[in-house]
């Protein structure tokens, strides 16, 4: 990815949410409205959005204490600029911002494989509990 090209932001302030909200929806990784996703951003430790000529083509977030503790939500690259390092990037712009920490994430079993570029490893020893249980247990969330 040439840097150059992209613009990465991580603040809120001037990000259309509404743009976000039909990106993550569009993917099927959150159907929150733009509101909500705006709060669910501005209360997380790290927000990273890439823009190219001024359009939202991706974005990627974290909770985190900021001390030992991280963990990676909404990784999400517009369609016609995937396979350019972005996603890539997106990444590597948060684990900097949660250097020295622990981090964990979830993914949809699509993906399984996708953050072993970023050295993540398998647990044995992880636990979820989701209000939306039956939902992830369709998709394959969990195991037997
Ligand atoms: C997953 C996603 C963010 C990747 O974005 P991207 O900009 O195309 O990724 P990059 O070009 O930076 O690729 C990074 C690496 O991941 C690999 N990769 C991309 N998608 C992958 C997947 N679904 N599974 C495994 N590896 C994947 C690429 O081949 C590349 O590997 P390489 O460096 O060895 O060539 C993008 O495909 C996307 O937005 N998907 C829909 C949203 C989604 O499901 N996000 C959830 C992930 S939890």
Known sequence: MSSSAYEIIDTCEKIDFQKVSDLLRYYGLSDLDSDTQRQVFQNSYVTIFVKKDGELIGVGRAISDGISQG??????????????????????????????????????????????????????????????????????????
């Open 71 to 144: 963990a990676i939500y909404n990784i999400a690259v517009k369609d016609a600029y995937r396979g350019k390092g972005i996603g890539k990037r997106i990444v590597d712009e948060i684990l900097k911002r949660l250097s020295g920490c622990n981090v964990v994430l979830y993914t949809h079993p699509k993906h399984i494989g996708l953050y072993e570029h970023w050295g993540f490893r398998r647990m044995s020893t992880s636990y979820a509990r989701f209000p939306e249980e039956k939902y992830y247990e369709q998709e394959g969330f969990f195991r037997e």
